[in-house]
């Protein structure tokens, strides 16, 4: 076998989170999410069919490096359950190359599996639709990646009956230019993995309230959203954000994501719109913050955040297109 591709697929920003999974096996969520997909925030994925089970690689500045043992196992068991779908009999070498730092709440496994799930099918030279893309890159467990084969907007139902388990777009990108800019105040890989935070959400005291309140939420967003009004998305941004934490940090046991300089961000945030900026915060599993705001606002919040000191480097995203097949290989 001589298939080889590589895919570029973008990571996303969750608006509404999921958190908690009800089906582990499935990959399903108790209930539905929403996000964003980024456009300069993407895993770039190679992989090539071989006789025997190939490397998994990461590539770094001097060079292709083996990943560490978690992610050359989950990659190889989604490489094998998507060989044993196509029925395919085949190994596979697969590299991948992150434009920004790996597990630390800037949904890296959202768009590493989703460019390994299309890099995958094209390697093997089946074409799937969309909604089949969606659904295979859920599988690999990461559900988020299932949001990130998708460009604009993106909500991700709870998928209650088979055949339902995949996301759509709800708005194309064009339809709204929202900014992304990412406060990285750690750039390591987080030392609770989101899949152990998904696993633990139903013990904390609060899981019954969040499941409460999430429909409403997502009536907002879509609201928001269809209306391009900042005004009523940024406020439930915050709201999610901070339940989706609060959830995790009275988890049994606790799961904390936050560290200092996570609050010292927050409260900037807070005096940037007493200033009249036009700014609201979201979190995903990581101490990073993703500020959301329109265009002419980003070089305000971009300078400002440059004065906090825990903030150690910025990311400038924005709304983004989704993935593509690319020809320029990583081995
Ligand atoms: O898809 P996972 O298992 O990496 O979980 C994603 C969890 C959050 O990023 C915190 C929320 C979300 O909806 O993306």
């Known amino acids: 076998m001589s298939g080889k591709a590589t895919a570029v697929a973008p990571s996303n920003i969750a608006f509404v989170k999921y958190w908690g999974t009800r089906d582990v096996e499935r990959t399903l969520p108790y209930h539905p999410s929403i996000s964003m997909t980024l456009r300069h925030c993407v895993s770039r994925c190679t992989v090539e069919l071989t006789r025997e089970e190939g490397p998994v690689e990461i590539r770094h500045p001097d060079g292709l490096r083996p990943a ?23 190994g596979m070498r697969v590299a991948a190359h992150n434009t920004f730092p790996t597990g630390a709440g800037i949904a890296s496994s959202a768009s590493g599996f989703a460019a390994l799930t299309l890099a995958v099918l094209a390697a093997l030279e089946r074409r799937v639709p969309t909604e089949e893309l969606s659904k295979l890159a859920r599988l690999s467990g990461s559900g988020s990646a299932a949001r990130s084969v998708l460009g604009g907007y993106v909500e991700w139902p709870a998928g209650a009956a088979d055949g339902e388990g995949h996301a759509v777009q709800i708005a194309p990108p064009g339809h709204w230019e929202l900014c992304d800019v990412v406060a990285v105040v750690d750039p390591t890989p987080k030392s609770v993995s989101s899949r152990e935070g998904h696993r633990l959400a139903p013990t904390s005291p609060h899981w019954p309230a969040r499941l409460a309140a999430v429909p409403e939420r997502l009536a907002r967003v879509r609201r928001a959203i269809e209306a391009r009004d900042l005004e009523l998305l940024g406020p439930v941004l915050e709201e999610e954000a901070i339940e989706l934490h609060l959830v995790a940090m009275s988890s049994r046991p606790p799961v904390f994501y936050w560290q200092g300089g996570t609050l010292d961000v927050l409260q900037l945030v807070r005096r940037l719109r007493d200033e009249g900026l036009r700014v609201w915060i979201t979190i995903d599993a990581g101490p990073n913050v993703h500020l959301i705001c329109p265009p002419e606002d980003e070089p305000a919040v971009v300078e400002r955040l440059a004065g906090v000191a825990a903030v150690r480097s910025t990311i400038r995203d924005r709304v983004g297109a989704g993935p593509a097949l690319d020809g320029e290989h990583l081995f």
């Open 68 to 90: 560490p043992p978690g992610f050359t196992d989950a990659v190889r068991r989604h490489c094998r359950r998507l060989a044993r779908w196509a029925e395919a009999e085949t």
